[in-house]
């Protein structure tokens, strides 16, 4: 089996139709249905937040095969992510992606169980032990984008379950829970 | 009951009648009667609306399958016509439909009634459309001048040549001091001939075009207007039960065509006579190229084709589509087929879709064609067809979910379609024995 770091590739990213577009629409579906459950499988484990439709994405390229994604195919299975809520465009151009592997409910119910598994229900804690401290190693809070950990904030900030309270730096922030 | 003495008309399969040597048709006349008024009758039959084609040679007449399927085709060779009586105008003729009259002399060695019948007198009634005036005159001019007697002739006299040419003779003039065509400058010396000929009835022929040129653009903005007339005339008219104004419609119509324009009524008059005639002429002339070419050609080969045959008289692009649109109302094995690209082609009406995407199927899950894929050319060696041709099918096939595509800097080539063979719900999951496992069998791993 192939692999792209110590990520394990399918059969079927040898499959040099896997890299054109297809024009037949069942095919098609087929296709980009494939494609949705690689990038997220793969970003999910390499913990890739962010595709750039301009930029190297290792799993548009297969070297063996020696086939590329195209920009207008790239562009189409980023667009199916988006209107199926697990992509959101950062930009108006469409050229930056933010990949939802979690939905941001998904992750707001992770934030909720961080503080419970660490008794921290009326607890404070800052954005950087959030994402980097301890008690986030081996969880997948661990390096969070911090577009994503914000989105997830305000929604339970929102729903009174935390306030999040500004420090004298961007890295003292920091929130209360009042779970 | 009349029985049938004439000659039968050996017919192709789509209808067309088979010509003698040198024989050529002249006229065409639909909705014909040949019948005998005389009595006693016992030999000439009662045809009854067919098609009347005067030939050089013959007087044809093809049954209309719809009216008609009992009789078969019958002729009427010209040689066995003794008299052709002129037209008498009366006042009964001014109503119904035109008549001409002809006697015709039994003749059995030409298939023409039995030994001791009488002569009979033969009217001719048209009535469909047509012109009779011309077909009349016609049909005097080429019963004038004889030309089943100069094959004849031809005949015996090629007998006569083999009969000399036995006997001693050298030189190149032969007993009856014409030049013998004999060795290269025989040959040269005929091709001469034929040259000098062809370019003295040119410019005969160029004579009267040059006047018709000076006024070309006259006749040109003439026959648009009748062609204008002819189209206000057909959208003004719901419901045209109004016979004679049909009628000189559709002579308008022939005259149109004569020159060349384009009939706008087409739909309206079920093509004109001319169309229906190509129309069969082509199904027969389809056959060779078409099982040579694998069963399916390209429509513009045929059409390439077709006009070098003809060598003359070339057909345009738009009397070949209106011909191809025909075959759909005669029985024919053909018929013109438009691909989703926009290329059509001409297929038999056997040929399966079903049997190409069987081979096509074969042919991609071979071992080379799992690790690489097919392009257009492979499939034309493995289907017997042209290039273009595999490729539509490719096409078809892709279309159906068989295959996939590959577009690469390396060309256009088409794989099994293998997403319609993966999980939907584990796209790890590889089946036992399926198309997904010989697959991932063909293409080694590497790295």
Known sequence: ?179 | MTGNSLPPVKLTDSGRPVLLPNEIECFFLSGVDLLCEDEPNTWFPHLKSGLLILTTHRLLWIPDAAVDASTSASSVPLASISHIFPHKKSLKSVFASPRVRFQVSPSPERGVATAGSRSVVVTVVVRGKGDCDAFVAKFWENWRARAWEESEKAMSSSSNVAAVAGSSSSGIYSSDGTVRMVGVSGILRKEQEMWESTDKSLQDAFQDLNALMSKAKEMVMLAEKMRQKLLSGSNSQTNTTNDEEMGSKEEMQELLLSVGIISPVTKESAGALYHQQLSRQLADFVKVPLDRAGGIINLIDIYCLFNRARGTELISPDDLLQACSLWEKFDVPIVLRKFDSGVMVIQNKSHSDEEVFTKIKVLVMKPDALRSGISPSDAAMTLGVAPAMAKEHLLSAESKGILCRDVSPDGFRFYINLFSEIDRDDMHLVKDHGIYASWIRATPAHG
Not at chain 1, 15 to 33: A, M, N, S
Not at chain 1, 92 to 114: N, P, S
Not at chain 1, 120 to 143: A, C, H, Y
């Open chain 1, 1 to 179: 089996m192939q692999k792209l770091g110590e990520f394990k590739l399918p059969h079927f990213f040898n499959y040099p139709p896997y890299f054109t577009l297809q024009p037949v629409r069942d095919t098609r579906e087929k296709q980009i249905q494939l494609w949705k459950e690689l990038i997220l499988d793969y970003c999910k484990t390499q913990k890739v937040f962010v595709i750039g439709l301009e930029e190297e994405f290792p799993l548009f390229t297969n070297t063996v095969i020696e086939r590329s994604l195209t920009f207008e195919a790239r562009e189409a299975f980023l667009l199916a992510l988006v209107s199926e809520g697990r992509a959101e465009w950062m930009d108006k151009g469409h050229r930056k992606c933010l990949i939802l592997w979690h939905r941001i409910q998904e992750w707001a119910d992770i934030l909720l169980q961080f503080a419970k598994d660490n008794g921290l229900e009326d607890g404070v804690v800052t954005i950087e032990e959030i994402r980097f401290g301890t008690e986030s190693q081996g969880t997948e809070l661990q390096g969070i984008d911090r577009t994503i950990l914000n989105r997830a904030l305000k929604l339970l900030e929102q729903k009174g379950k935390l306030v999040v309270f500004k420090g004298t730096s961007t890295d003292d922030e920091g929130i209360k829970f009042s779970v």
